[in-house]
T-cell receptor, first 113, second 115 residues
Framework: AQSVAQPEDQVNVAEGNPLTVKCTYS??????LFWYVQYPNRGLQFLLKYITGDNLVKGSYGFEAEFNKSQTSFHLKKPSALVSDSALYFCSSRGSTLGRLYFGRGTQLTVWP | DTAVSQTPKYLVTQMGNDKSIKCEQN?????MYWYKQDSKKFLKIMFSYNNKELIINETVPNRFSPKSPDKAHLNLHINSLELGDSAVYFC??????????????FGPGTRLTVL
């Protein structure tokens, strides 16, 4: 069965500090993994994805994610957090059904000034 | 030039009523989706259409009926609304054929409140 887990409901970090939002996956076959961000009262916005190639994927707004096959993880990272990064972050993986994405439960990131 | 748009943004209605939510995308994508986001922010896929053909039909009450008049539009009609239908409904689109990927682009959402 395909699934994605985000073990932390909330992550709090001070502005300027590095941030990590965790995601682990369980998929059959090669994983296609995504990160989306949702700002308050907005739709989800695509940040980045891993399909194949380099394990470090760079995305929008200075975010990057590290794919680790042995740990089945795809953690989202940013070297220096901004208050404006405060939002709800979703990890997702592609399923075996065409177009089907499996989403994690989301992690609320709060960056304190 | 919004990529994926939904109308209305807010919808407040009484139990038992019938309502529709409309979605349009101008990205030229061949696949569109409806998601439901509950009060705990959990996202659940409801339906997906690829080139006007239903390809994903999750376990949702048959009071929910999607309609895709063309590739750029996917509407959601809900009959006999219930309190538990209150949620935010998101439309999304992606390009699956001709070298497309599964990257989905979301609309701004429709907040449905059933009283």
């Amino acid at each position: 069965a395909q699934s994605v887990a985000q073990p932390e409901d909330q992550v709090n970090v001070a502005e300027g500090n590095p941030l990590t939002v965790k995601c682990t996956y369980s998929v059959s076959g090669n994983p296609y993994l995504f990160w989306y961000v949702q700002y308050p009262n907005r739709g989800l916005q695509f940040l980045l994805k891993y399909i194949t190639g380099d394990n470090l994927v760079k995305g929008s707004y200075g975010f990057e994610a590290e794919f680790n096959k042995s740990q089945t993880s795809f953690h989202l990272k940013k070297p220096s957090a901004l208050v404006s990064d405060s939002a709800l972050y979703f990890c997702s993986s592609r399923g075996s059904t065409l177009g089907r994405l499996y989403f994690g439960r989301g992690t609320q990131l709060t960056v304190w000034p | 030039d919004t990529a994926v748009s939904q109308t209305p943004k807010y919808l407040v209605t009484q139990m038992g009523n019938d309502k529709s939510i409309k979605c349009e995308q101008n990205l030229g994508h061949d696949t569109m989706y409806w998601y439901k986001q509950d009060s705990k922010k959990f996202l659940k896929i409801m339906f997906s259409y690829n080139n006007k053909e239903l390809i994903i039909n999750e376990t949702v009450p048959n009071r929910f009926s999607p309609k895709s008049p063309d590739k750029a539009h996917l509407n959601l009609h809900i009959n006999s609304l219930e309190l538990g239908d209150s949620a935010v409904y998101f439309c999304a689109s992606s390009q699956l054929s001709s070298g497309g990927t599964d990257t989905q682009y979301f609309g701004p959402g429709t907040r449905l409140t059933v009283l």
